[in-house]
């Protein structure tokens, strides 16, 4: 339906419809709690969050955090992926946006669907494609095929800087988002480390992250990165940001090694009497 997606799963209002705007987000503020689109506008319930991680470190946000309680009353980011994808505000009785001072609250916006005309909405039955392949995508599967084939290939950093181009404000040219040349890179692993954080910023919500880290051996080396980050920030922020991202979520005692694979089903267990067919480490019991 436009150049940008190549392939994606449709819906439409009559059927089936699409819940993903719903998913995320902005929400409803102000004791309105009636999410339906059909009364109340591109609003959602929340489902879909970011992690602070993802919200306060990867986009080179700037932010104004209180020191007394973590609250963040004011942020900011070179990359316009930045608010396409995460909403920090909800939507007041008046249509008015409400800052959400705890970034815990954040919520993803990439599905929010921004349209003037609700009629025939309800929050299971909205018009939103699911992106399954982006041009975006494409670009960094390829620019990720050539530099592993050839550190010094020049069109795997002109398929990378295209991406990053696009994503920068206009008059704005940061650091993070600066072009690359093959020379920036010392090893395939410092190589990597930058195609999958741009995955990551270009491709959030959209299903591919973790797919990316155990593709690539990086699931722990991503989780480590993240908590380093989360305890970076101001004390009563990071005292929020690990609460939300890793006490909560308890990854620190929920993902394990082995996780890493899937269990071989055990209906084709039971069909095998080769003693040196064994399941997956980890699942054996």
């Known amino acids: ?24 987000g902005p929400k409803n503020e102000g004791g309105n709690t009636d999410y339906a689109y059909s009364t109340y506008g591109p609003t959602g319930r929340g489902y879909l969050r970011p992690s ?16 007394s309680n973590g609250d963040v009353t004011a942020e900011s980011s070179d990359d316009v992926r930045y608010d396409c994808n995460i909403v920090r505000y909800a939507i007041g009785k008046n249509g008015e946006h409400v800052h959400k001072n705890n970034c815990e609250h954040w919520i993803a916006h990439k599905f929010s669907l921004r349209t003037a005309d609700m009629t025939g909405f309800t929050w299971t039955t909205v018009p939103m494609n699911h992106p399954i392949l982006r041009y975006a995508d494409v670009l960094l599967i390829y620019a990720e095929a050539a530099g592993m084939l050839n550190l010094s290939d020049q069109s795997a950093c002109d398929a990378l800087n295209l991406v990053r181009q696009r994503a920068r404000r206009p008059g704005t040219n940061p650091d993070y988002l600066k072009d690359y040349e093959p020379g920036d890179f010392t090893d395939v692993d410092s190589f ?22 155990l593709r690539t051996s990086r699931l722990f080396k991503a ?59 980890g699942w054996e019991s």
Not at 1 to 24: D, I, L, R
Not at 236 to 245: G, S, T, W
Request: overall charge negative; proline content about 7%; charged content about 20%.
């Open 1 to 24: 339906h436009n150049p940008e997606v190549m392939f994606e799963a449709c819906f439409e209002v009559t059927g089936p419809g699409s819940q993903w705007p719903k998913m995320g």
């Open 223 to 281: 989780l480590a990165q993240m908590k380093a980050a989360d305890e970076s920030l101001s004390p009563k922020l990071a005292e929020r940001a690990v609460k939300c991202d890793w006490t909560q979520q308890l990854y620190g005692s929920n993902v394990k090694p082995y996780h890493v694979l899937f269990p071989i089903p055990q209906s084709e267990m039971n069909v095998v009497s080769n003693p040196d067919y064994l399941q997956n480490p």
């Open 52 to 67: 602070v991680y993802l919200a306060t470190s990867v986009y080179g946000v700037a932010l104004s955090v209180n020191a």
């Open 192 to 213: 990597m480390d930058v195609i999958l954080a741009e995955r990551m910023r270009e491709l959030c919500f959209e299903g591919h992250r973790r797919l990316d880290l």
